[in-house]
């Protein structure tokens, strides 16, 4: 394996991490390694970003009382991936910037959003900046913090936070806004941006707001899902062939389910061209389901005036008449079992 960094370190601080990829640990048997290094989160909440209110609930506890919904350090979820990858005998060779994409049997292009091995599948591809830039940021864990997501909505932003192992708190705030950002974590920027940005909001979050002391900023930007993810001898998993906006939090989980499925297809299939085939054609569809869903996420939780004061009546309601409504809606991305393949 080549990786351009020259160590797993800190990118882009926490991440969510549902069941439909804790099943790929498991069964990678890091389940229990991951388990120690990572935070459960009992659900989500929804929160009106103004006073603080609580507008809905989804609980994993009640739903899904057996499924593991975590949340977890990303260099430390690296540190137990790298090591189970080289017990298991990989080569990992660290500060190797891949420029030209090297003759090999079967070349495998994890390398992200921009990846030269989608480019030399499908040719140059024109993402857009959707006017969304996202803040990232940890700070200390509070007493008590309650082990679940919170996520404010206002007027064209919303701020996420959960717990991390570690006594850390994550926070991810997104603003709807005009000015260009690159799509790079590596951009700092002025924590007081990131108060002027929020600073209409209530209960918690200015009191978190005043405890950033450094955070990445970077711009949001709608990819299409990759046409064509093989052509024989080189594929591509992850953000490489479907970037997805971070609004449902399964950007990183559905590279975790690729990586198995992949692998699943290349054990099952002595033909490569005929495995690669089936890995398409078993990923693709769930993958452009994930990305739009996540897409449409974003106008929910911006919403303002009327319609926002409608869609939160209807949320609480729903939330408070029949709970079991919200979570069965969004049940078909944490129910699947990607080490199931049909
Ligand atoms: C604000 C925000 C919050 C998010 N929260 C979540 C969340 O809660 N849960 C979740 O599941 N997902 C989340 N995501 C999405 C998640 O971050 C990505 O989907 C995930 O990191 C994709 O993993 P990947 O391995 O495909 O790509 P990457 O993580 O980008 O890894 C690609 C790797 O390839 C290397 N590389 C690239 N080019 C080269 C080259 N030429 N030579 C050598 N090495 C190279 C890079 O250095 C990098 O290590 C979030 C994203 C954002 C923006």
Known sequence: MLERAGAFREVGAGIQVSPNAGRVLDALDVGAAFAAISAPSHGVELRDGSGGALVARLDYTRHRPDARFRAVHRARLLDVLEAAARKAGATIRLGE????????????????????????????ERPFFTRQVAWRALIPLEDGGAPLSQLFMGPGRHLVSYPLAGRLRNIVAVEEREAWAAEDWSQPDDPA?????????????????????????????????????????????????????????QGACMAIED????????????????????????????????????????????????????????????????????????????DHDPTRLS
């Open 97 to 124: 910037h891949v420029t030209d994409l090297p003759d090999a049997p079967l070349l495998i292009g994890a390398d992200g959003l921009h990846s030269r091995v989608r480019t030399a599948l499908n040719g140059p």
């Open 193 to 249: 941006n990131l108060h002027a940005a929020f600073a209409g909001f209530g209960g918690p979050v200015p009191g978190w707001l005043e405890q950033v002391e450094t955070c990445g900023i970077w711009g949001l930007f709608r990819h299409e899902v990759a046409g064509r993810w093989h052509d024989g001898t080189r594929a591509i998993l992850g953000d490489a062939a479907h970037p997805t906006l971070p609004f449902l939090a």
């Open 259 to 334: 990586a198995w499925v992949l692998a699943a297809c290349l054990d099952a299939e002595p033909e490569q061209e005929t495995a690669l085939a089936r890995y398409q054609a078993l990923r693709r569809p769930r993958a452009v389901r994930v990305v739009d869903a996540a897409t449409a996420n974003a106008r929910n939780y911006h919403l303002d005036g009327l319609p926002k004061h409608a869609a939160h009546a209807a949320l609480r309601l729903a939330s408070a008449a029949a709970p079991g409504v919200l979570f069965h809606r969004v049940a078909w991305v944490f």
